[in-house]
């Protein structure tokens, strides 16, 4: 090819790919301003929005603090526009209440983050499939199985030799610094593996376990459905580019799970077919799962589910209420008081947590100050409707801020303030009903491991309280811990929690 062929083809593709932008902008533009035509007529109040893009320059990294900024200005339901994606933020009890059980029903729709938008997972799942019979039913079978009085103490034997494991790493570790997200991740996701699979699937950090890519598989996945900047959701005419690299990171890390998976459960499936196999054997929850006729497809996904959404809020819960205990020892110490009160050696440790009411009353307050999920998973209107006399349309996204409600000084005394005694003799609660702290949501949609996530929450931190003193490296001022946080669907530290750990006496 000689040089004249060369720039005459160089030209007419740069010519091409120029008009093929314009094209792609005027009708970006064109569909962008049809929507906001027809679907802006008394909406929630909400900041000015640019051509096209709408308010996603305002969003930022922590969309927790911005929208709660947002809501100061413009009152407790404001809506904004994320290129064609109609947002709906409640910040208030009563504007949550409203989404949450007035109209639950007509708002309780999901919207599913691009990572989890794959064809084997949406019909199976607990977190993201609509509220038809199917998921009903899966979670009745969940919440018997797993979150249950009776399961819950059918599993008690497995929470003290998962705790007991953790108590003895700590103690070979006496002296150096531990990030306590891991530690706390392994402890839990063990408990629920033995639960669901009758098997430890995890080591601590140190341990040279084989399965540290299984953890880090699930950070990924988790990190990937926390994406903020997700533009294949903002623009549908970009989704099919998977721009952010979402869909395929997140599809690449649930195969490499789902055949380590696969394999576990082809064999239990053997088992649970054979001949020989009766009802009073069942081991596990996935025994359970096989007896009723489930496929691995079935499985796969609210396994994952269970795993992934019950370690890691579970695990930032504790992570969050250590931090405040190390940074306010007056408080540490009466807890450690409570405990050296209320708990003896003659009776099972979980059957004494309910003597803790100062512990209780930490817990909710690291709850109210940092919600493991800050905005609630978002819901989704299936139908339009009414919520504070404004029009809220289908299809819209909805989030309630948790993080804000937390923090408003119209609810709460020195609300930035950590004061557990706020609990003392309050019956406030997180059970749903009182919606001012709403850690695992409410209605329909509430989290169904509520019971298990408290009682592992409850017995981490009395156990390390009871056994250890604790301090922070390098002789820092525990009272100067930096308390930032990261956004993901899970509302984590931007630095990890590194302590140093001593045998009380």
Request: contains cysteine; charged residues 25%; glycine residues 6%.
């Given at each position: ?332 110490i009466k807890l450690q008081q409570e405990i050296r009160n209320e708990i003896t050696s003659d009776q099972p440790f979980n059957t004494q947590l309910c003597k803790l009411t100062y512990l209780q009353a930490c817990i909710k307050e690291s709850f109210r100050l940092h919600p493991p999920v800050p905005l609630l998973l978002p819901r989704m209107a299936l139908e339009t409707c009414e919520v504070m006399n404004y029009t809220v349309p289908k299809n819209a996204k909805i989030y309630v801020n948790l993080w804000a409600m937390g923090r408003d000084p119209k609810l709460w005394d020195d609300p930035l303030a950590f004061k557990p005694e706020r609990f ?82």
């Open positions: 090819m000689d040089i004249t062929t060369f720039l005459e083809v160089n030209i007419v593709s740069s010519t091409l790919f120029i008009i093929a932008t314009i094209f792609s902008i005027l009708l970006l533009v064109k569909q962008t301003k049809a929507f906001y035509i027809k679907s802006d007529k008394n909406l929630p109040p909400g900041p000015a929005k640019l051509p096209i893009i709408g308010n996603l320059h305002q969003v930022g990294d922590k969309p927790h603090v911005t929208l709660a900024n947002m809501a100061k200005r413009y009152g407790p339901l404001i809506s904004l526009r994320l290129g064609k994606q109609l947002l709906v933020v409640a910040s208030s009890p009563e504007a949550a209440k409203e989404i949450l059980k007035t109209h639950d029903r007509l708002l309780s729709a999901r919207s599913v983050p691009t990572a989890f938008q794959h064809a084997f997972i949406l019909p199976h799942s607990l977190m993201w499939s609509e509220c038809n019979q199917k998921w009903k039913n899966l979670r009745t079978l969940c919440r018997n199985e797993m979150f249950s009085a009776k399961a819950l103490e059918s599993h008690s034997s497995l929470r003290d030799e998962s705790f007991a494991r953790m108590l003895d790493f700590l103690r070979k570790k006496q002296g150096q610094a531990i990030n306590m997200e891991d530690v706390v991740f392994t402890t839990l996701f063990n408990i629920l593996s033995s639960i669901i699979f009758a098997k430890r699937f995890l080591d601590f950090p140190d341990e040279n376990g084989s399965s540290d890519w299984l953890k880090e598989s699930m950070h990924k996945l988790i990190e990937y459905g926390g994406r903020v900047k997700d533009f294949g959701s903002f623009f549908p005419i970009l989704e099919r580019f998977d721009v952010n690299g979402i869909s395929k990171g997140s599809l690449k890390e649930f195969k490499k799970v789902y055949a380590y998976l696969e394999v576990i459960m082809d064999e239990r499936r053997a088992h649970v077919n054979s001949s020989t196999w009766s009802s009073e054997q069942a081991q596990s929850f996935l025994d359970r799962l096989l007896e009723n006729g489930f496929s691995n497809d079935q499985m796969f996904e609210p396994i994952m589910e269970l795993l992934a959404a019950g370690t890691n809020t579970t695990t930032t819960a504790v992570i969050w209420t250590l931090s405040e205990l190390v940074r306010h020892k007056e408080y540490m003392i003799n309050s019956k406030l609660d997180f059970k749903g009903q009182d919606f001012e702290l709403l850690p695992f949501g409410s209605g329909r949609r509430m989290c169904p491991g509520m019971p298990s996530g408290i009682k592992s929450v409850e017995t981490v931190v009395a156990y390390l309280i009871r056994e250890f003193d604790w301090d922070v490296p390098n002789g820092d001022d525990p009272s100067k811990l930096d308390m930032n946080d990261r956004f993901g669907i899970a509302l984590k530290r931007e630095k990890p929690l590194m302590l140093i750990f001593k045998q009380r006496d």
